[in-house]
């Protein structure tokens, strides 16, 4: 519908006041939106900092339960775990992978034990456990598939076993998605809910990450072989559509910002649950410019997360979870 001509419409009548602003506001951000992505380590009483993500710290399992009571308390539902694996255990076949007592698994429990209304996220794939960092075996330089998908699903059945509430199979190998919710319907775990990172593009936002788990020095070559090219739309489509088809029950577009157009494509083809991961580049950068005073850190956090609801998404995954929390309780 066209707005009447000049002067019968005046847009600017509506942006008056705060209280006519708010009436007429299209979408909203909440902290029930929100997953918060936490990097957790062995050892106790651990806050680590990760120069590359400032303000983000990787957290011992005592310290991740008053974060995670923090992140409740404030509204926000779920929290995503990310493993830095002690690289002693870091091998070729992985098998730290699917160790029912490995540091993912152990919070888990301890998360779930004092907590059981917060929703736990895991990772599915094995670059932290990976002596060269790729989310797949990596056998005469290739990264194979159907042996990796075997994996996965011994990973995320002991996951679903320590009881995680959804997993996030972030791999991009083929398969996946049909044979960890075969695995997971055949061992009764009918209720546990697959977010699938379905159109994960093979990224150069995700280098903060990858210093977090430890998997940036380790890398051999890229990721290109397995995660989506950065200028395909039908293909990202593609994955979506074969990843609902195969029982995900959520999806995920990421990156996040410079791929909103992919959130809102997906959106409007599928209708599920879309989620966008804000990744670690696009924080270390909003927060680079905020500590150099270019940027208002509350302002673009607050913009560029409600920006992901009007591209379409149910909700984002966002290292700001904790402190966008705090700002909207306010
Ligand atoms: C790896 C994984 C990555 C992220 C989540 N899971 C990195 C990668 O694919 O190399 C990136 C998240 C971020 O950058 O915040 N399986």
């Given at each position: 519908m066209t707005p009447a001509p000049f002067p019968a419409a005046r847009m600017r009548r509506l942006r008056r006041t705060r209280a006519l602003r708010e009436l007429v506001q299209e979408n909203g951000l909440s902290a029930a939106d929100l997953i918060w992505p936490v990097f957790i380590r062995d050892g106790e009483h651990i806050e680590e900092p990760i120069p590359s993500l400032p303000g983000v710290n990787r957290l011992s399992l005592d310290r991740l339960l008053p974060a995670a009571e923090q992140a409740l308390t404030l509204g926000v539902p779920a929290i995503c775990l990310f493993p830095y694996t002690?690289?002693?255990?870091?091998?070729?076949?992985?098998?730290?992978?699917?160790?029912?007592?490995?540091l993912t698994n152990r919070a888990i429990r301890a998360l779930k034990a004092e907590f059981p209304e917060l929703m736990v996220m895991t990772d599915i794939a094995l670059d932290p456990y990976n002596a060269n960092g790729h989310d797949g075996f990596v056998v005469n330089g290739e990264i194979v598939n159907d042996e990796t998908v075997e994996a996965l699903v011994k990973m995320g059945l002991a996951q679903a076993e320590a009881g995680a509430d959804i997993l996030g199979p972030s791999d991009m190998m083929d398969g996946r998605i049909g044979t960890l919710r075969l695995a997971l319907e055949a061992e009764s775990y009918r209720d546990v809910a697959i977010l699938s990172y379905a159109a994960k593009f093979a990224s150069g936002f995700y280098g903060p990450f990858r210093d977090a788990v430890g998997a940036s020095g380790r890398l051999v070559g890229d990721k290109a072989t397995y995660q989506i090219n950065p200028a395909n739309r039908d293909e990202a489509l593609a994955c979506v559509a074969r990843d609902l088809a195969e029982g995900a029950d959520m999806v995920m577009v990421k990156p996040g910002m410079p791929y909103l157009d992919i959130c809102r494509a997906v959106k409007e083809a599928f209708h599920r649950p879309t989620f966008a991961y804000q990744v670690s580049g696009e924080y270390a950068m909003l927060m680079a410019a905020a500590m150099n005073g270019w940027l208002d850190e509350e302002k673009v956090m607050l913009e560029s997360l409600l920006a992901f609801k009007r591209a379409g998404c149910d909700g984002v995954l966002s290292y700001f979870a904790v402190k966008a929390a705090m700002t909207l309780h306010n």
């Open positions: 002690d690289p002693a255990l870091r091998t070729e076949t992985c098998e730290e992978a699917w160790n029912p007592e490995n």
